[in-house]
């Protein structure tokens, strides 16, 4: 055997399998192949080894290396509410924690389906991020026929991110009742009953409402406006009796004295309201009711960016600092695994679509 084909055998015994099909019979690799044919075998076989390392290289890659441009953080209601001061004042923090800008984009309507559903068909790269709500998690599918999403299959949340209470409330001037059982006796006195404002069907305030109602056996009649600047001045007139609307829609009569706070709805009392009782100590049980928000993204998103948005929202929610601005704006911040989240969501469906169903609401 000649030296060429010496060394061509040994190059084929390293690159390749015993045998291979070659010009219509089945060889040893190496014996009687030219050896420029064995150099063009063993540099396609490196290259198709070098393009398997490559793929399956590149999506780590990709995730240990995000973010590494600006991330859309969705938030799916209108400039100035809560949710998007809220959103807004995380996104400013996320962008210190992870080193890129986090945009917001408000895109509502639909009861804030429409940005939700954004989110949901979106490429699940970590670039697209929702700020997400109760109603989108365990109200709306038990209210809307046709959801664009479903949030259980198509979403999900690497986080709870905070909660706003709501509080019942009465104008100062116009009911007497000094605490909520005085006020729960003074209702049933009344001939037509109490009325309820809210700013609109299957809103956490209107089936808080009609919660309450159920509990104490109050006569109540539900008052839909558009929103607490349209409930408060009805209240302050005399219009509307009664309220169990977001606290931080309210904070500011409550701190003038215009309008009486008898219970919150969250689990314990509230920080910035330490002489109020919750529902429980207030005589109402089973009462626990809040606004609560998460981050969603698409599913498909890479675990490894699931985590990183989860890790820094807990480095968030643990400086005292950003703790003590959220309850300056009536909320709470709040930190969660994905598991964690995802089991108090479905936790909170069980809730609300009792609570739905009490309401008379039907999907529409």
Known sequence: ????????????FRVGPPVIVFQGSTRERGLDMPLHRKSMTRRILLRGAAATVVASVAPALAQSDWPNHPV???????????TDVLFRILADRMKDKLGQPFVIENRSGASGNVGIDAVAKSAPDGYTIGGATVGHFAINQFLIAKMPYDAEKDLI???LTYELPNVA????????AK??????????????????????PGTTPHLSG????????VNAVHVPFRGAAQTIPAMLAGDVTFAVDNLASYISQI??????????????????????????EAGVNDFVVTSWAAYVMPTGTP??????????????????????????????????????????????????????????????
């Open 1 to 12: 055997m000649t030296k060429a084909g010496l060394v061509g055998r040994e190059l084929a």
């Open 72 to 82: 859309r953080l969705i938030v799916p209601y209108p400039a100035g509410g809560s």
């Open 157 to 159: 949340a690497p986080s």
């Open 169 to 176: 409330v009465v104008a100062t001037n116009h009911v007497p």
């Open 179 to 200: 605490t909520l059982q005085e006020f729960v006796a003074w209702a049933k006195a009344r001939p037509g009953g109490i009325s309820i404002g809210s700013p609109g």
């Open 210 to 217: 009609v919660l309450f109602a159920a509990r104490t056996g």
């Open 255 to 280: 701190e003038s004295g215009q309008m009486r706070a008898l219970a919150v709805t969250s689990a314990q009392r509230w920080p910035t309201l330490p002489a109020v009782p919750t529902m429980a």
């Open 303 to 364: 675990p490894a960016i699931v985590e990183r948005v989860a890790v820094a929202h807990k480095e968030i929610a643990a400086d005292d600092t950003m703790q003590t601005r959220f309850l300056a704006a009536g909320g709470r911040l709040l930190h969660s695994t994905p598991a964690e989240a995802k089991a108090f969501a479905a936790k909170e469906a069980r809730m609300w679509q009792d609570v739905v169903r009490l309401s008379g609401l039907t999907p529409q």
